[in-house]
C-alpha cells in the first residue's frame, strides 16, 4: 500500500481530492483507491467549494425541492442548498427552500422515512448527494426509496463518481474516472489483486476506513 496521499485538483475548485493507493473492500466491491473525502465533508471552506462546483452542473432547468444526503453529506448538502436557492434553481416549494435531510436504514439496509421526513420526499423532486458512487447499487437503493415514497428523482451527485450513469439516471460529480483514471473496482470474485494475492490494507466505507 502507498501511504502517501495523492492531491488530485481540477480548475477553478480549491478543494483536492486526496487518494491513496492500495487494495480495499467496499461493501460491495474491491477498489485500488481508498478516495479521503474526511475534510470535503468536514471543513466548512472545502465543502463549500465542492457545493459551488456541484450546483454549476444543476443551474439549467433541473427542479430540486430537496436534497438526500448520504455518507455524511450533510455539510455540503447545506451549502449546496444555499447555492442553488441563490442561484434560483426551478423549485416547487412554496417557501422556495430546499430541504437538506439524511436517510435512516433498517437492518436490511434498506432506507425506511420516518412520518415528519415525509412530506420532504412525498411530491418533491429529490436530488441525491453522495461522497461516491462506484458500482451504483448503494444510489439505486436511495432511488427506490424515492420512489416508494411517492418522489421524484431530480438526479445523482456526488464528489467522485466510477460511473456515467446509474441505470438510465445520469450521475454528475466534480471528479471522476477522468482525473484518476487509473481508479478500478471489480467484484469479490473477479478481483485481480487477490487473484495476484496482495492482501486488503483496509475495509471502506461511506464514512471512512479501518486498516487492518
Not at 471528479?175 to 492482501?199: M, N
Request: aromatic letters at 10%; one cysteine or more; hydrophobic letters at 40%.
Amino acid at each position: 500500500m502507498d501511504e502517501k496521499y495523492r492531491k488530485i485538483e481540477i480548475g477553478g475548485n480549491t478543494a483536492p481530492l486526496k487518494v491513496i493507493g492500495g487494495h480495499f473492500a467496499t461493501n460491495h466491491s474491491h477498489i485500488n483507491y481508498y478516495l479521503d473525502l474526511t475534510t470535503l465533508k468536514t471543513r466548512a471552506s472545502e465543502a463549500r467549494s465542492i457545493a459551488h462546483a456541484l450546483a454549476r452542473l444543476y443551474l439549467y432547468g433541473t427542479t430540486i425541492n430537496t436534497i438526500l444526503c448520504v455518507e455524511g453529506m450533510e455539510v455540503i448538502g447545506a451549502y449546496l442548498a444555499e447555492e442553488l436557492t441563490s442561484a434560483h434553481v426551478l423549485n416547487t416549494n412554496a417557501h422556495k427552500t430546499i430541504y437538506v435531510i439524511t436517510p435512516e436504514y433498517n437492518d436490511n439496509s434498506q432506507i425506511i422515512v420516518r412520518g415528519n421526513i415525509r412530506p420532504m420526499i412525498r411530491g418533491k423532486h429529490v436530488l441525491i448527494l453522495a461522497g461516491t458512487v462506484t458500482t451504483g447499487k448503494s444510489a439505486n437503493r436511495a432511488m427506490e426509496a424515492i420512489g416508494y415514497y411517492d418522489g421524484f428523482l431530480a438526479g445523482v451527485a456526488a464528489i467522485f463518481s466510477a460511473i456515467d450513469k446509474v441505470g438510465e439516471v445520469p450521475v454528475l460529480s466534480v471528479y471522476s474516472r477522468k482525473d484518476l483514471p487509473d481508479y478500478g473496482d471489480w467484484d469479490y470474485h473477479s478481483c485481480p489483486l487477490c487473484r495476484a494475492g496482495i492482501k486488503v490494507d483496509g475495509l471502506v466505507n461511506g464514512f471512512g476506513f479501518s486498516f487492518l
